[in-house]
């Protein structure tokens, strides 16, 4: 019976003994791989960050133009360089005026810069962008400007 009992303890020790967790050298090893992991996914994720931006700002742009659109329709013409955009959501003192064009207020660009608006256009009828990352005209990359005429 005392063989029986010795052995159970063996096993119970054995058990425990496995139980215990894993060693610092396995988690140093895991914690390697992830670096590793992280420092080549990471730069493809950004750069998708920047390119979605530029997305999000031609869809910005091409909602304003529709709303822009709209406005000329009623009034006959699109707001001045001096009234701008908050043309779309408050009456600039028109006649004919059928808004707010906007149901909400006139978003910045996904930088968190105000849309340069420009009637006359020099491109068309009006020139309506976003000047990208930078904040100033031209640039390339996640820098460029995102335009309404193009």
Partial sequence: M????VRFR???YKIARRQKGFTLIELLIV???LGLLAA????KMFQKVGSSKQKAAKAQI??????LD????????YPSSEEGLD???KNPNRDTWDGPYMSKDIPPDPW???YVYRFPGEHGDYDLYSLGADGQEGGEGENADVVSWE
Avoid: C, F, W
Wanted: aromatic share 2%; no cysteine.
């Fill in 87 to 89: 043309a779309l959501r």
């Fill in 10 to 12: 063996e096993n119970e």
């Fill in 70 to 77: 709209a406005y000329r329709l009623d009034i006959g013409s």
């Fill in 62 to 67: 091409s909602m304003l133009s529709t709303a």
């Fill in 2 to 5: 005392e063989k029986n009992h």
């Fill in 112 to 114: 968190g810069h105000a």
């Fill in 31 to 33: 914690m390697i791989i």
């Fill in 40 to 43: 080549l996914v990471a730069p």
